[in-house]
């Protein structure tokens, strides 16, 4: 059993406020959803490699919304990131190792 950091601040954190607009999904729900994330990282991708996780199986493990799944990106950040628009990223949730 792993444990993990879950700070009392975050509930109130900018970045949860603008993760619950991007998924339209209440405070809880966004709570649960990052923890679940980090809790499945734990077990299933210990690298933080998720290049062979497919999205949709990744969004219903997690249940995340239908149309969240789409906006998921997965690969080497300095690959994707220089082939994505400047300002149009919402959020990006990350845990470094």
């Known amino acids: 059993m792993a444990w993990i950091k879950s700070y009392q601040a975050l509930e109130k954190h900018?970045?949860?406020?603008?993760?619950?607009?991007?998924l339209?999904?209440?405070?809880?729900?966004a709570i649960g959803i990052i923890h679940k994330f980090?809790?499945?990282c734990l077990?299933?991708?210990e690298t933080g490699n998720l290049l062979d996780v497919d999205?949709?199986?990744?969004?219903?493990?997690l249940g995340?919304?239908?149309d969240m799944i789409g906006k998921v990106?997965?690969?080497?950040?300095?690959d994707v990131l220089r082939d994505i628009p400047d300002k149009s990223?919402?959020?990006?949730?990350?845990?470094?190792p």
């Open 73 to 78: 990106l997965q690969g080497d950040c300095l």
């Open 24 to 29: 339209n999904v209440n405070q809880n729900e």
């Open 43 to 45: 077990d299933y991708a």
């Open 64 to 66: 995340v919304p239908k």
């Open 55 to 61: 999205p949709e199986i990744l969004g219903n493990t």
């Open 89 to 96: 990223i919402d959020l990006i949730l990350t845990d470094p």
């Open 38 to 40: 980090w809790w499945w």
């Open 14 to 22: 900018p970045k949860l406020l603008k993760f619950m607009k991007t």
